[in-house]
């Protein structure tokens, strides 16, 4: 029976990053399609603890590797030890979520694999043998469905485009390996984590972003994510200016996000913006200039000043509580 | 210090991209081309490097003839020399990271830096297989601390940094919640995200220059590569286009519509 193994990802903190949840979900549809077994790989210096909160996603093992060596995370040092485990399992398919860490570790593991490979994965077709994804290209603005042809297919999985998977499908079977660290030419030397008290970009459920048109003053658009408890995003010429940090940036070559509720105030809308933002359920535009581009993606558009707008929406959103 | 930097040609970002009818590619007319931007900061952190180290920035292009605008305008930025590989027909990251590779067994650079993505592909891959193929290490999405209006941003100072034995490179990177250092041991492959670096503009003087500086052709053939590309493309699509929205008059039209309609809040 053919194999698709899924990489979970542990946090610097040790938790699970959740959008392993999501890429479990895509690797389950096309364990369905590809008549597959779904398999989880998690390996890292202590990942015991997260291996139990796979053990309900419907999968039928989770491959287990700790090892010191693995404590922080290089693609040098991951690579081998994946590409170890996707071997002995004869995997046809390995996946991993679009993260930062699965963008930088999965193209050097399909090198080491001989393998083609999917970045950004939206969905998948095909049966049997015969499977296509479809990922997105020119930031957005064409979606291309490819084949790849090497015996072992690699893809990375955008979060936002699959649900996550659930705790109460099964019992996968826990198993516990000892991998081999090769040694790495690169050596970590820190993390500095940018701490916040709101929801990560990625997972909020509301998203507020400002634009040029804040002229870097983020007061309102801040006050207005804390009463919805919603996350806080901005385009690019914010973070270009180095008006607010660069983790922020909504985009095509920033985070793309697909909330129920996006708030755009003061962005103008440009396709590389767009890009990012385009999936989100329901779009509010908050604009002076009634031409911006944002209003032909908005559901709902207010051609107003956005210092005007933000606190008057704030106050009634309050009453609503 | 000797740096192999990337300028693959790509489409203009604010070029207006569209699928043809039936589904086999873009509508190349009336649209414009540039080197890919992330590739253009690689050239840029190349060039802060070795006005530091001393050295020599050498740019390596894929494609057919036109390419070489793409290779001028890296040298008119003051890469010294060029390498073209002359390849038209499809290519894929795989093929790409397997020409770069024998194009830096050649030239034995210190130190490769490309673009994290091309705009066109969007893939996000070559560095890291070219980092597998030469078994060296990677540093992608490198990027900078200080805002794009910084003093160190002012006076052109690289931010990646050789460590004070110069036998590796310290880059910070942007990750998920946060920015990650690596120190790489050279020779060593860099990936650039947005924030590494404002390019620089060709001078006049530099784009005098550049027509002048040689440029080297090589062929798949020459490099001893098989270039079948190991992804084929289906077919493209446009993305589904979203129903026009309303403009509403007021925040009270706004919050109703938001909770009746949407059922957002």
Redo the contacts between chains.
Sequence with gaps: MPIVLIVAEQ??DGHL?KASLNAITAGKQLADKAGAELHIALIGKDPAKVADELKGTGAKAVHVGAAPELEHY???TY?PVLATLATELKADFVGMAS???G??????L???LKA?????VTGLNGSGGDI?FNR???????????????PVKVFTVRATEFAAAGSGEGAAEVKTFTPKVEA???????????KSARP?LTEAK?VISGGRGTKGDFKEIEALADE?GAAVGAS?AV????WVP??L?VG???KVVAP??YVAAGISGA??HLAGM?SS????AINKD?EAPI?????????ADLFK?LP??RA??HK?K | MKILVTAKRV?D??S??K?KPDGSG?VQEGLKYKINPFDEIGVEEGLRLVAKHQGEVVVVSIGGKEVQEQLRHALAMGAHRAVWVNHTGPL???GI?ALLQKVTEKEKPDLVILGKQS???????????L???LD??????A?KV?????EQEKNKVPAVTLTADGK?V?VI?????????????LP?VVTT???LNTPRYASLPGIMKAKSKPIEELTPEKLGVDVT???????????PA?K?????????T??D???NE?K??
């Design positions: 946090q610097p990053r290089l693609a040098e690579a993260t930062a860490q963008k930088d570790l999965l193209p050097r399909a090198a080491r083609a490979m999917a970045t950004d296509t997105p290209m020119w930031a957005g603005n064409v979606f291309a469905e490819v084949k790849l042809t090497t790495s030419k690169t050596k970590f030397v820190e993390f500095k984590e940018v990560e509301v919805l690019r973070c270009d200016a180095g660069n983790d940036q095509q070559t920033g129920a509720l396709i590389q385009k359920k329901t779009i509010v009634a209003f032909q993606v908005a559901d709902y558009g207010i051609v707008v008057e929406l009634e959103l609503l | 489409e970002p604010e207006k991209i699928v873009i894929d990251q795989f990271a705009i066109d592909d969007d893939q996000n891959q070559v560095g890291q297989y980092a597998e193929f060296w290490g990677q540093a992608t999405f990027s200080e805002s794009m209006e910084s590796a310290r990177r942007e990750v998920d919640n946060g920015l990650a250092t690596l120190e790489c041991q060593a995200d947005l924030r590309p190991k992804i084929q493309i289906v077919k493209l699509a446009s993305p979203r026009a929205g309303i403009k509403v008059p007021d925040v009270a706004l919050v519509k938001l909770r949407a957002v809040v």
